[in-house]
């Protein structure tokens, strides 16, 4: 049997935990699901790709790093691209979700997040048209690391940044100030008001954070596939399910069932065929709903 | 003149059939409460289950049952009725928003077997030949555009009382009890899962019959027809119309198609070929800054009537 679905699918599935972190976020502090997350990741790859591309129209082609496909100017641009994702989640909060928040229908904001989602993504469509777009078009070759796996040098770069973004991710949460009022605020809303929490700056923290780490995502998908409008739709069922299956709320949990999501994807196309792999994610959600839907490290609602 | 006519006959034939899912989707989420994201699949799944089971043999998929139309409009109420009551079922019992996400991923997982299910509902290419009532009238356009036109209106006249009924019935008492204040519904004894399921599968049911009868009225159907943005269109008719209200949610269907269609015909009069593509997603992005718009500034809809509080 071949093992390479196995590291195609930590890959995949270290891209979606990434994205689900973001996910798990808004629900268990904002208490709503975003439909417009995977839209912030498209968001994130084209800002990006348009970053790049002044950068290179100011200093023409630069040397990519060791074998990578990509140089500085990548890094720089997913560096400014960030802050921008960042900064659109504040905005798109700002005038669409506060004000709908304070009416206090949590079901209503869902539903404003999925016309957001439309807008965004047809945005898109129309500003850079459908056509699939590639931060470099170099050929890269995958290297064998041993029982029959290959991997290319960016898929190894792109697991090593997921990891480096989700150890901060948990340090922060777990160690930093804001971090631990954003928890507090998760858990009990009305008593993190009483101890003075600043409920505003938890909100902005958290779109930021979500917005920057969708963006990452978006931008990982762009380097490893490519960027497309619908890429954000395609990994939004995904990234539900690991937020569902991680428990709504832990970040180390949605990291975890991003990786048991991005497998089981990966063990359907090679058990199943390839064209059935986004019926993974639902198979798992629907379980898990079922089952436990608590999820692996999730507290039952009272 | 009788070009004319025949496209007016045409449009309110499409308009209404719009009008039938925005009225189940008026029954999951006026009545009741719930929020349905995947409302392209269900419609699907009536479309597709009134189609196999009414065309003629066809080599490369299961078929050749050969129903009678009406047959095959039940079936698609029941199959997708059921589909519906399914996921009802499995998320009900938790947070709304597990619904909407699980809605969502029927959406997605209907679109992967209209695609890849090939033996089944003939994939990309999708289902041709579905039998078209009153076909022997096909030779005069005008005629047959407006025997349609009868079909589809006596078909969302039915589900408009029907629905009508069941909303003034005890039944919609505690659907609207639940959705106004489950604590004291539920104290007086009724079970909010159960009532809650019913209705989702009753809105389904009347989205899938809506997928069938569109289906008749083509005469064909692939997945493409089934994309998001169907779901997207009869969340923006409803917003519109004002949710909870029938009467409000066909009118509001009729306005927002008209401004599509207008839109669609004006932007493909004026913009040059190769931007096509770009001002139909334009489109989209105007109808999503309207629903953002609407639920900020006017939450019940323009032909609801105001609902009491």
Redesign the interface.
């Known amino acids: 049997m071949n093992l390479q679905f196995i590291a195609d699918g930590l890959i995949s599935g270290s891209l979606i935990g990434l994205g689900a972190i973001g996910v798990t976020l808004t ?1 268990s502090i904002l208490r ?2 975003n ?1 417009a997350h995977g839209d912030l990741m498209a968001w994130g790859a084209y800002a990006a790709l348009t970053v790049l591309g002044a950068i290179s129209a100011l200093l023409g082609t630069v040397a990519p790093i060791g074998m990578l496909s990509f140089g500085w100017p990548l890094v720089v641009a997913a560096l400014v691209a960030m802050a921008l994702v960042g900064g659109m989640a504040l905005l798109l909060d700002w005038v ?1 979700f506060a ?2 928040r304070a ?1 206090g229908q ?3 904001v ?3 997040s ?7 993504r ?2 898109l ?2 500003s850079f ?2 056509k699939p777009e590639y931060f470099s078009r170099a050929i890269q070759m995958a290297l064998p690391v041993g029982f029959g796996i290959r991997v290319t040098p960016d898929q190894v770069a792109m697991l090593l940044v997921t990891l480096v973004l989700v150890t901060s991710m948990h340090l922060f949460m777990s160690r930093s100030q804001t971090g631990r009022e954003m928890r507090a605020y998760s858990q009990n809303p009305a008593l993190a008001r009483v101890v003075g929490i600043d409920v505003a700056r938890i909100v902005r923290a958290t779109w930021l954070i979500g917005g920057a780490l969708a963006c990452a995502a978006g931008i990982m998908v762009g380097v490893l596939v490519q960027i497309r409008p619908l890429m954000g ?1 395609d990994m ?2 995904p990234m ?2 690991a937020a ?1 299956l991680g428990g709504i709320g832990s970040i180390p949990g949605a990291v975890l069932a991003g990786l048991i999501i991005g497998l089981s994807e990966a063990a359907a196309v090679q058990l199943i ?1 390839a ?2 792999r ?2 993974a ?2 198979v798992i ?2 379980a898990v ?2 089952i436990r ?1 608590a999820g692996l490290f999730g507290v039952s ?1 009272r | 003149m009788i070009d004319l006519l025949g496209y007016a006959a045409f449009f309110l034939s499409t308009a209404l059939i719009l009008g039938i899912i925005t009225l189940g989707l008026n029954l999951q989420w006026g009545l009741t409460g719930l929020f349905n994201v995947g409302i392209a699949g269900f419609v699907a799944i009536g479309a597709y289950t009134s189609a196999i089971l009414t065309t003629p043999e066809a080599a490369d998929r299961v078929g050749g049952f050969g129903w009678p139309i009406l047959a095959g409009w039940v079936a698609a109420m029941a199959i997708t009725g059921l589909a519906a009551g399914l996921t009802g079922f499995a998320t009900l019992r938790l947070k709304s928003d597990y619904l909407a996400i699980t809605t969502f991923g029927v959406a997605v997982v209907v679109q992967l077997v209209t695609l890849n299910a090939q033996g089944l509902t003939g994939g990309p290419f999708g289902v041709a030949f579905i039998p078209r009532p009153f076909a022997s009238l096909a030779e005069t356009p005008v005629a047959f555009n407006f025997a349609n036109l009868a079909v589809v209106a006596a078909v969302t006249l039915v589900v408009y009382l029907a629905l009508e009924h069941l909303s003034r019935s005890p039944w919609g008492r505690v659907l609207r009890a639940l959705r106004e204040d489950e604590r004291a519904a539920i104290s007086l004894g009724k079970s909010a899962k159960s009532y809650r399921i019913q209705a989702f599968a009753i809105g389904g049911a009347v989205m899938g019959l809506a997928g069938a009868v569109q289906a008749h009225f083509i005469g064909f159907i692939a997945p493409n027809n089934y994309l998001p943005t169907l779901t997207f269109q009869i969340w923006a008719m409803l917003m519109v119309g004002g949710a909870g209200s029938n009467r409000g949610a066909l009118l509001g269907t009729i306005v927002v198609w008209a401004i599509w269609v207008g839109a669609g015909a004006f932007s493909s009069a004026l913009a040059p070929t190769d931007w096509q593509a770009r001002t139909a997603a334009l489109q989209i992005v105007a109808i999503g800054v309207m629903l953002c718009v609407i639920l900020l500034v006017r939450p019940n809809g323009f032909f609801g009537g105001r609902r009491r509080k």
């Open positions: 629900y709503f699901s439909f669409l004000r709908l009416k949590s079901i209503i869902v539903m404003a999925f016309g957001a989602s439309m807008a965004l047809s945005l469509e129309f048209t459908s739709l939004l069922l539900f399910a569902i065929g064209e059935w986004a019926g994610a639902f959600l629907m709903l079922l839907p609602e």
